[in-house]
């Protein structure tokens, strides 16, 4: 059986390249290695550069691209915009962004402080905001550029203990379509991936430790959670040829678990 990265055809991305934040850890660091092993040139963004110094050199081992990491924190606007200048210096270009920098914890809303609040707001959705904003001059001059939001599922519903995560997701999804219609002209392209649970990530060792996992397996269609390289898949459709008429879109990669009613305990085959 195939991975889900092994129908794309080797080099589909050379000459490409992509910023992404977040892509020292968890989904975005797999959403840079498929970048990386279909032939792009990517940098790496998050606010520890001794995590991103160990990522990018296992980064190009692994697929003999240039992978390099640079530290910023996306809700410093200046510090993301030389980030992303730095990037352009470096590869003569930006071709795609990939906003995945986030932050999130479980905690009760009648206990979570306006500054916890503030900081995943600030995290997720300024962050998105401030790395779109100053990747903009860059991108509209490559003639067939990306933007990609890794949002959630969490806003579809009220999401008990995430009310920081889910109203700062809410924004992202809001972001993309709003910067889909607006730069849709200079050939800018904004979509989304919503994933579901996905394993081997920090998000759901934090949000589904261990003793949760089979109550949560139990509530998605696809009976088991996902993997990184499924949505990283999902992230080289949406760069890919194939999607050049997607933009404004939120991808749900979930197992169909965001569709499913809960089963009020009953059992079915
Ligand atoms: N429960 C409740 N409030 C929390 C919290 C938690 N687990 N973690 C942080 N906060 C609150 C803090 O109390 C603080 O508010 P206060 O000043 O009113 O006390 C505010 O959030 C900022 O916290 P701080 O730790 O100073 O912020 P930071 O910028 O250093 O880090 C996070 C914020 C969200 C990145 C941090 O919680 C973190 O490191 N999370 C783990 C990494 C992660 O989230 N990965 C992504 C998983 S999807």
């Known amino acids: 059986m195939p991975g889900p990265l092994d129908v794309f055809r080797d080099n589909a991305l050379a000459g490409h390249v992509a910023l992404i934040t977040g892509g020292g850890t968890g989904i975005c660091r797999g959403i840079a290695a498929a970048y990386a092993r279909l032939g792009a040139d990517v940098c790496i963004v998050s606010r520890k550069q001794d995590v991103l110094d160990i990522a990018a050199k296992e980064l190009s081992a692994q697929t003999g691209r240039t992978v390099i990491g640079i530290a910023a924190?996306?809700?410093?606007?200046?510090?993301?915009?030389?980030?992303?200048?730095?990037?352009?210096e470096r590869f003569g270009k930006l071709d795609t962004l990939v906003n995945g920098a986030a932050g999130?914890?479980?905690?009760?809303?009648?206990?979570?402080?306006?500054?916890?609040?503030?900081?995943?707001?600030?995290?997720?959705?300024?962050?998105?905001?401030?790395?779109s904003r100053a990747a903009f001059e860059h991108l509209s001059k490559t003639g067939d550029s990306l933007i990609l939001n890794i949002s959630a599922t969490l806003h579809y519903?009220?999401?008990?203990?995430?009310v920081h995560a889910s109203a700062a997701k809410a924004g992202v999804d809001a972001v993309t379509k709003n910067l889909a219609v607006e730069w849709g002209r200079?050939?800018?392209?904004?979509c989304g991936i919503a994933p579901g649970p996905i394993a081997e990530t920090e998000g759901m060792k934090r949000l589904a430790p261990g003793e949760l996992t089979d109550k949560m397996t139990a509530g998605i269609p696809a009976a088991r959670f996902g993997t990184i390289d499924e949505i990283a898949a999902a992230a080289v459709y949406l760069r890919s040829p194939a999607a050049?008429?997607?933009?404004?879109?939120?991808?749900?990669?979930?197992?169909?678990?965001?569709?499913?009613?809960?089963?009020?305990?009953?059992?079915?085959?």
């Open 73 to 88: 924190d996306v809700r410093d606007p200046e510090a993301i915009t030389r980030a992303i200048a730095a990037t352009v």
């Open 104 to 131: 999130n914890f479980l905690a009760p809303a009648a206990a979570l402080s306006p500054n916890g609040f503030k900081t995943v707001i600030d995290i997720d959705l300024n962050g998105t905001f401030n790395a």
């Open 157 to 162: 519903h009220g999401t008990p203990l995430q």
């Open 186 to 190: 200079f050939k800018i392209r904004v």
């Open 244 to 269: 050049a008429y997607v933009t404004g879109h939120v991808l749900v990669v979930d197992g169909g678990h965001c569709v499913a009613t809960p089963a009020l305990g009953m059992s079915f085959s």
